[in-house]
């Protein structure tokens, strides 16, 4: 094993931050696995840091001095990939105007990365398991077998072994690259190191644009490590230099740093909800508008199923009522039908009349989505989006006894902007 002054070396001179013993480890391993041609297989989140491993690998290797190519094989087409890797011949293809090298023939005698192999295609997975096994490929449109030494680093973000269960990855190259496997944590397993991550990030934006560094109080250095960084080193760089560009004062404690970070339903990168008019708010409210047309539009449904009940049975009874109960929930004064006082006959105040002694066969050739909507000319003012919205908070509030968080969760928008549309519509 490696001692802590060789893995701090190694730390400084390929720029990795943090004490974390889950990171220390996995720089102890790739040490190890350095001086060997072992094939290397990391896994770990995006945003990691995987391809700072692929580098150490390389450097502390007896192949440092050759070439070292770092290649996304999510971001090669399908169609193109076999020749990006392994090269083609002249006229093997559309397009194809001259003979072309390939990533593992440039490469000899130095290390390929390829990162997120999960997404290589199949057919491009069977080459890659020859030259590993072998040393041998092909290039595309020719049929002679040229020779190659070079050592692959592979990386993912996907669990294989589940890739391997759907038919997604071949499972014999799974076990080819996973010679020697080093996990990388994700920065909600790293502890302090995320603080320490923040200050570097900070201290790099002053010097580049000559400002004061940050600073965080000791509630916001807790709120930090709280956070679980879905997004990890990447999203963590944005967040301190978002907050570095923006905010004026150089302390920021944890109320502050809070605006930067994203709300637990929401997975995305961070994005700053500081300002109350900003595209984040816009996009909230948009959402809360979808969810208000989806409900009235369900709500319309199901006032079809009624009338068409309705007219089925003659009248409106009891039983239909308390069938259809959600479509009164709203209503302030409760509504109860007594089918004793009133009879068979049609209810007071119903906006459309219906014939009791329809006929049955009438009927039969009904279709709930045939039925056209009907709307009284005084019901027009209902379909307000603003009037439905109020209706969505003040029911959203009644629901969890006014508790603010719960009922924003519940309406699938954030706590600021439900706070602002309570102001908004004078919600007492």
């Known amino acids: 094993m490696f001692s802590a002054s060789e893995i701090q070396s190694v730390k ?237 004062e150089r302390e920021v404690d944890g109320p502050t740093l809070s605006k930067y970070l994203p709300t637990e339903q929401s997975r995305l990168p961070a994005v700053f909800t500081g300002s109350s008019t900003g595209e984040s708010s816009d996009f909230t409210e948009r959402e809360l508008l979808y969810k208000v047309l989806f409900d009235m539009k369900k709500d319309m449904n199901e006032l079809k199923k009624l009338v068409l009940e309705t007219y089925q049975s003659g009248g409106l009874n009891a039983n239909i009522i308390n069938k259809h109960q959600t479509l009164f929930e709203d209503i302030e004064s409760p509504v109860t039908f007594e089918e004793e006082s009133r009879g068979p006959s049609t209810p007071v105040n119903m906006p459309i009349v219906l014939d009791p002694q329809a006929k049955k066969e009438e009927l039969e050739d009904y279709d709930d989505d045939n039925i056209e909507d009907i709307i009284h000319e005084e019901d027009d003012n209902s379909l307000s989006l603003e009037k439905k919205e109020k209706e969505m908070i003040l029911k959203a509030l009644r629901k969890h006894n006014n508790k603010r968080k719960y009922a924003a969760s519940d309406l699938g928008i954030s706590e600021r902007t439900l706070y602002r549309k309570i102001k908004q519509y004078d919600i007492d």
């Open 12 to 248: 400084q001179r390929f720029g990795i931050i943090g004490n974390s013993p889950l990171l220390n480890h996995a720089i102890s391993v790739a040490m190890q696995a350095s001086p060997t041609d072992m094939t290397v297989l990391i896994t770990g989140e995006s945003g990691s840091g995987k391809e700072s491993f692929s580098k150490i690998i390389h450097a502390l290797s007896t192949r440092k001095h050759g070439k070292f190519i770092a290649i996304n094989c999510g971001a090669i087409p399908e169609g193109t990939i076999d020749s990006e890797l392994f090269g083609h011949e002249k006229g093997s293809f559309t397009g194809a105007h001259e003979a072309r090298k390939g990533y593992f023939e440039v490469t000899d005698g130095g290390s390929i990365f390829l990162d997120e192999i999960g997404e290589m295609p199949l057919g491009t997975q069977a080459r890659l398991l020859r030259v590993l096994e072998n040393g041998e490929f092909i290039k595309v449109g020719s049929s002679k077998v040229l020779k190659t030494n070079v050592r692959v680093i592979a990386a993912t973000n996907v669990n294989l072994i589940k890739a391997v269960e759907k038919g997604k990855f071949r499972e014999d190259l799974y076990y080819r690259l996973n010679t020697v496997p080093i996990y990388v944590p994700p920065l909600r397993e790293r502890g302090e190191d995320v603080v320490l991550l923040f200050r570097k990030f900070t201290s790099d934006f002053s010097e580049k644009y000559n400002v004061k560094p940050i600073s965080l109080t000791d509630d916001a250095k807790k709120l930090l490590m709280r956070f679980p960084f879905p997004g990890n080193i990447r999203q963590l760089k944005n967040i301190a230099e978002q907050v570095s560009l923006l905010e004026k």
